[in-house]
């Protein structure tokens, strides 16, 4: 019943690692975001995808690559983890709306991922 | 770049106390967003203003978007426990596309003291 989900919940590894984060969502919406959350709770969008195709590409670190396998997939992988990637990675998606009335952003529950 | 700003950074009220949060945007927006995101959870969709001048309501909550759409404001009367967590705006630029990014305000972290 989960409308957007992310795994894993929690996520602790050592500096200098691979790892990824993968998101779904069974809203059928068409674009689908990847939000980082700091400890300070600022929220700061990386990606953003429609229909499989990137659209937002904020200053991020090459170390970080967004991969959409299908609309209602979006997958986070990071090289080369650093202790500032520590943060809280939130999925979101959004349907596609009228020009000037916003998307509502629908989040996932986020994934904390701790670098040691 | 688009800046939202959103003030007070915390705000620690008692039980049945009234609260405000501001925004304002650097740019003009198109539209304005409030979400809630509660401790330990993710941010969860409030309400969407679109028009100038707009004042909505839900329950305690009364959201007010500026005549110039530049800045808005949530109001909580008299708050309860419930309205813990952390409060933020959100908007589009105005003349960007559908799916133009979302600017996100720093947000307010309300406690409630009972």
């Known amino acids: 019943d989960t409308a957007v989900s992310q795994t894993p919940k929690y996520l602790v590894t050592q500096m200098g690692n691979d790892k990824s984060i993968k998101c779904e969502q069974n809203?059928?919406?068409?674009?689908m975001y990847w939000y980082k959350q700091d400890s300070k709770k600022f929220l700061k969008i990386m990606f953003s995808?429609?229909?499989?195709?990137?659209?937002i590409n904020e200053t991020v670190p090459n170390r970080f690559s967004p991969k959409s396998p299908d609309k209602a997939h979006l997958n986070l992988h990071i090289n080369s983890l650093e202790l500032g990637d520590s943060a809280v990675y939130f999925c979101?998606?959004?349907?596609?709306?009228?020009?000037?009335?916003?998307?509502?952003?629908?989040f996932g529950p986020g994934t904390r991922l701790l670098v040691l | 770049g688009q800046q939202v700003m959103q003030i007070p950074q915390y705000q620690h009220v008692q039980e049945g106390e009234d609260f405000t949060t501001y925004c304002n945007s650097s740019?003009?927006?198109?539209?304005i967003q409030w979400y809630k995101q509660r401790p330990g959870g993710h941010p969860v969709f409030l309400i969407q203003?679109?028009?100038?001048?707009e004042v909505k309501k839900q329950k305690r909550l009364t959201f007010q978007f500026g005549e110039a759409k530049k800045n808005s404001s949530l109001h909580i009367t008299a708050t309860q426990t419930t309205d813990v967590g952390t409060y933020f705006c959100?908007?589009?630029?105005?003349?960007?596309?559908?799916?133009?990014?979302?600017?996100f305000g720093q947000g307010t972290i309300l406690t409630v003291h009972p």
């Open positions: 979101a998606s959004s349907p596609l709306q009228l020009a000037g009335v916003g998307e509502t952003q629908y």
């Open positions: 809203l059928g919406h068409d674009t």
């Open positions: 995808y429609n229909n499989k195709e990137l659209i």
């Open positions: 740019t003009t927006l198109s539209n």
């Open positions: 203003l679109v028009k100038s001048g």
């Open positions: 959100a908007g589009h630029r105005a003349g960007g596309t559908s799916y133009g990014k979302l600017t």
